[in-house]
């Protein structure tokens, strides 16, 4: 079993849907819960971060996280075409553990005008 | 205003043939990292510096080489390229080493094997 599972996509939608992004892990040494986006030919760059169950907003952005599922989402509220972008999950631990990031494989989202 | 810098963007090599790939940085940060994306797949961690401490990931191959010269640039070396190790390259910083220690990613260098 993969220790994250992520849907590939990929993910059509108009402009103005709302969209859902998700990911399971199996690890429960997991603690902290990232969502990196990545534009076509370029890094990753952080988008959110959590550490608790619940939901964390940031502008049309929203994080939720479930840890007695292991399962985490995001959430993107009025997409536009400039969200058009892989999303990656990542997870990492807690304590003095380092920072090694577990990444989903990315799910591809285009948001068409 | 770049950041994390990555040369070249794109690198063909033959099978075989050694390859270095390099990354530099102009945020003064403590930690690079370098990670192997291949295509549709999750970006994977093959090894790390703190400082010129060099932590390896277990079952990065020994194919695989790092050097970190000084604190801005670190270089990726790949000793006997095969057609396996076709992938983006990712070089990383941070900080530290602490989840809140965001990291920062160059552009990659997209690496082909003949």
């Known amino acids: 079993q993969k220790e994250v599972e992520q849907d590939p996509g990929p993910l059509s939608v108009p402009e103005g849907a709302i969209v859902s992004l998700n990911c399971t892990y199996s690890n429960s040494a997991f603690q902290y819960f990232m969502w990196y986006r990545q534009y076509s030919r370029k890094g990753p760059e952080l988008l959110m971060y959590?550490?608790?169950?619940g939901n964390k907003e940031d502008g049309r952005f929203t994080a939720q996280v479930d840890k007695s599922s292991k399962y985490i989402s995001l959430f993107i509220r009025d997409s536009q075409p400039s969200d058009s972008a892989t999303y990656l999950c990542a997870f990492t631990y807690g304590g003095t553990s380092y920072g090694k990031l577990t990444f989903g494989q990315g799910t591809i989202l285009t948001v068409h005008p | 205003d770049a950041m994390v810098i990555q040369n070249p963007r794109y690198q063909v090599t033959q099978f075989g043939k050694p390859v270095t790939l390099s990354c530099s940085q102009t945020l003064n940060h403590n930690v690079m990292y370098w990670y192997q994306q291949k295509s549709s797949q999750a970006p994977k961690l093959l090894f790390h510096y703190y400082d010129k401490d060099f932590n390896n990931e277990a079952d990065t191959p020994d194919n695989f080489q790092s050097r970190r010269p000084n604190t801005s640039f670190c270089f990726l070396d790949i000793r006997s390229p095969g057609l396996g190790d076709a992938a983006m390259y990712l070089c990383a910083t941070s900080r530290g080493l602490t989840f809140t220690d965001t990291q920062y990613f160059g552009p990659g260098t997209r690496l082909t094997v003949l």
């Open positions: 959590t550490y608790s169950s």
